[in-house]
DNA sequence: TTGAAAGCGCTAACAA
DNA sequence: TTGTTAGCGCTTTCAA
């Protein structure tokens, strides 16, 4: 059916050997066959069949990205960074979305090493670490803890934690809340939380900390949930969630007549969109998207290559940033801060 | 170095193919080879390769997918519905990102050719139609128009274009600006703008069509667009655009001290989760991103088994549907939109 | 119920 | 500079 390298060598006249070496540039050939080769190859519209290739080569250059949540903003844009980094180092991405079922990442792990896939990145956990260890394959994982063998790229959510808390407390709140994600598994990214709290006990500083119910997905189930939030606590004056979770808690806020940041100061956690996009543009801590990508592709294609420097249980934990929004001070316009 | 069909027949006592019987469920085995079987599998945690298997079997049960951007809401969840849908039927998905560069198109055409995926899905469109049409393999384009062997499938923009024509109408819009993306090439999806034009024109209401800049990508850029659209356009009172455009304007429009809806009348278009982050709940055309990432798998099944009753060039068009928000009427109040 | 052997398309010794 | 051949891990005819 398919053109193969024999039809290419019979066209050209010479051996299926000649046709590989040039395929591969080894060995010396001479000009005339090469043109004979390369015309052939032209005329039948040929491709190597990678299968074969890869099967021979022992490698496919594909490396697995398993992810909770593909629409989520955040996981969005890390599978851009991801693939585009794979892709300047001539791996391609195979992409799984584990929807935070158990029975899909078992699925898909397994999946992953049959297709022989060269390295994987984990950014879900639904699984006993046991299930990551017995995976006999180069493994990141990113934002979660897989395991005493496994290195783990994140962001340095402490740091984070204590940004969002001294902004509230410069600003004068006294009775903050936090909104966690669900909490099924310990993540790197829940120690914001745990700093967090613990910033504002230090201080002296009401904090309470809530956790979204683990099937609130989308921005309407934030918009219920902020709106019984609100219903049950009086005199909140500053919230700390992430983007799109305090994106809809300023939203109902400003429905329900508070003013921001006046009445209420709100720091968010992410740094995408959704932060910009709110009515008041949000202060938020920024996570380093790009360079998570990069570190953790990196990191994956060293330990493939076999030139990894860490040690194999590595956290590598890349800094955040705070960037002021209109949601804990007011000072400058609206303008002002999205043209910054 | 890997488990080998030929480590499990060592290990069971047995031949390959018994092997190979049992893993593929074909002849008959007695009960206790079956069973030596299973547990040498097991106890060696064998993985059968996938590379052999499909080199074999000339298939690989891999699909293409090509979009412009992985990180833009829409896409998002275009992948994350067609994923789903792969999944259940057994493919895996291999996912490109073209950025929107011509060369990374070809690259990743090539690319997937040469790792015989099964089929692919195009969401963009950079390259000429003579590109496509010399992939020699199923292929389906998504919202694009790729040649007249290439089935598209969109949502129906004509339709679409009318609803948000009808809705500014309806609420008494005399000066219109409808923003279109950038025209590189024609599109399904520009349908809407030229219908949208059209039914203005006919109720001789005054409609100016404007074009995104080629490089405006980010929600930053399109503040700093509608900054400029708002510095140089006067009374304008209705406007028409993307969901994420929409939403700039929106905000811009606040920040300069315009009532939405009272001054200035927003239909957004796509239905996502923007239309829901705003400070006014947008109206919106929404696209059934679900619907079409569904049928755009089927139609590319039905193509890679052959049993395709389509003609090749079929156009199938998906109905959208307006959903009322806050920036077309003033009745409701934010929560019981978002409640709806 | 089982096994030997050919072959999927490619690469790399080894030979010439 | 070129070709012959074995083999990557699997499936499947054919034979026993």
Known sequence: ???????????????????????????????????????????LNYF?????VNLFRQRTYLVGLIVPDVSHAFYALEIKYIERVLHENGYRLLLCNAESDNMRETEYLNMLQSNKVDGIIIASHTLDLEAYSKVNLPI???????????????????????LAAQELIDNNCKKVIQITGFCGVPTPSHKRHTVFSDVMKKNGICCETLELPFNAFSFRDYITYADNIFRNHNHIDGIFA??????AMEKVAISR???????????????????????KTLTTVAQPVKQLALTTV?????????????????????PVRL??????????????????
Chains 1, 2 share one sequence.
Do not use: W
Request: hydrophobic share 35%; aromatic share 2%; proline share 3%.
């Open 323 to 340: 960037i002021r929004g209109e949601t804990t001070v007011d000072t400058k316009s609206g303008n002002e801060v999205l043209q910054q």
């Open 257 to 279: 007549g508070l003013n921001v940041p006046g009445d209420l100061k709100i720091v968010g956690y992410d740094g995408i969109e959704a932060s910009l996009m709110s009515y």
């Open 298 to 318: 990196v990191t994956l294609l060293e330990i493939i290559s076999g030139e990894s420097v860490f040690d194999k249980g590595t956290h590598i934990r890349l």
């Open 48 to 52: 190597p069949n990678q299968l074969a």
């Open 1 to 43: 059916m398919a053109v193969t390298i024999k039809d290419v060598a019979a066209k050209a006249g010479c051996s299926v050997t000649t046709v590989s070496r040039i395929l591969n540039n080894r060995g010396s050939i001479s000009e005339k066959t090469r043109k004979k080769v390369h015309t052939a190859m032209e005329e």
């Open 242 to 247: 992430a983007d799109n979770v305090a994106c």
């Open 140 to 162: 990141v994982a990113l934002d979660r803890f897989l395991g005493p063998d496994i290195p783990t790229v994140s962001s340095d959510h402490e740091q984070g934690g204590r």
